[in-house]
């Protein structure tokens, strides 16, 4: 095992220039890494560069992984016999939540080799916080089904588990689907549940508001393509 290398998972900005909200041991750990997975190539690079303008971004080789790229595990297997420190990066936030970098992780594990997390921000434990919601008791269930009837019955049955449990319901929706979403919610659920909406954490423009589905009606501000977590706890 000690010859192995060490897959470091390497949590970045929820929010455009919110670099502040990343620990500097962190940030300083990641501009030595020179074997990547990341999300987006393109702004993995940026992301280094703004760390440190000096970084040798040429020097580093990087491997997307995504919804449209597989994880290519035998690369991982490569790099990490040869000792390499290994760093996985998403889009925004932590890695290998609601995105496939978990399959990284899980085949570090069977090699033996270290998996380490860093410190960083969550956009769904942050919502928690936020919400004034049970946060003991909690549920993340990533992106919903997107067609009826698979939809409406998974709204349904989030919110009859959210009662029955008193658990707190956390999704996510992609950006242009907000709106539709809040639409879904408000139709398939009973007025008196509250939903939390935190938009644009971490960044100059994130508010966090919890309301009764019938308090939300005809009142949802503009979060059309705006980074949100929503969340649910029935009564």
Known sequence: ?????????????????????????????????????????????????????????????????????????????????????????????????????SALAARAHELGARVMPLVGPSSFLLALMASGFNGQRFRFLGYLPIKEPQRGKAIKEMEQNSRHFQETQIFIETPYRNHQLMDDLIRHCQ??????????????????????????????????????IFLLLAP
């Open 1 to 101: 095992m000690s010859n192995l290398g060490t897959l470091y998972l390497i949590p970045v900005p929820l929010a455009e220039n919110a670099i502040e909200a990343i620990p500097a041991s962190v940030q300083q750990l990641s501009i030595t890494i020179r074997h990547y997975f990341v999300e987006n190539i393109r702004t993995a690079r940026r992301y280094l560069k703004q760390i440190d303008s000096a970084v040798d971004i040429d020097a580093i080789q990087f491997a997307e992984i995504n919804n449209k790229v597989a994880p290519d595990l035998k690369l991982l297997v490569s790099w990490l016999h040869k000792g390499h420190a290994v760093g996985m990066m998403s889009e925004a936030g932590c890695p290998a939540m609601a995105d496939p970098g």
């Open 191 to 228: 007025d008196n549940t509250r939903v939390c909406l935190a938009v644009d954490l971490t960044g100059s423009t994130e508010w966090v508001q919890t309301r009764t589905l019938k308090n939300w009606k005809g009142q949802v501000p503009n979060i059309h393509k705006r980074p949100a």
